[in-house]
Nanobody, 127 residues
Framework: QGQLVESGGGLVQAGGSLRLSCAAS????????MGWFRQAPGQEREFVAA????????YYADSVKGRFTISRHNAENTVYLQMNSLEPEDTAVYYC????????????????????WGQGTQVTVSS
């Protein structure tokens, strides 16, 4: 069984930056597409970003486009989310997810498409 573990969350002031990491273990995730989602209190889980197995293509939610960057380092079995110009509205628990397969033709924003999930890391942005 594969496992995903997020880290890098914390408290930051508005306008600041954080880099989240998602470390995979138990299997090689180099053939998996990876995604980040977030969930604020009382709200549904929301798509943030996704990246192909190779890192060659990425996809972002409009709300984070231009501010967040997803990347991956397959040799280290790790995916990153660089978050810049953070806003209080970005406050949420951030989750890493993995979808097996090489295809990029699927609904990347749907949580149902993903096969593995991490436990999440809290990001709090103060105004």
């Amino acid at each position: 069984q594969g496992q995903l573990v997020e880290s890098g969350g914390g408290l930051v002031q508005a306008g600041g930056s954080l880099r989240l990491s998602c470390a995979a273990s138990g299997r090689t995730f180099s053939s998996y597409a990876m995604g980040w989602f977030r969930q604020a209190p009382g709200q549904e889980r929301e798509f943030v970003a996704a990246i192909t197995w190779s890192g060659g293509s990425t996809y972002y939610a409009d709300s984070v486009k231009g501010r967040f960057t997803i990347s991956r380092h397959n040799a280290e079995n790790t995916v990153y989310l660089q978050m810049n110009s953070l806003e209080p509205e970005d406050t949420a628990v951030y989750y890493c997810a993995a979808r097996r397969g090489y295809s990029w033709s699927w609904d990347k924003a749907s949580s149902y498409e993903y096969d593995y999930w991490g436990q999440g890391t809290q990001v709090t942005v103060s105004s």
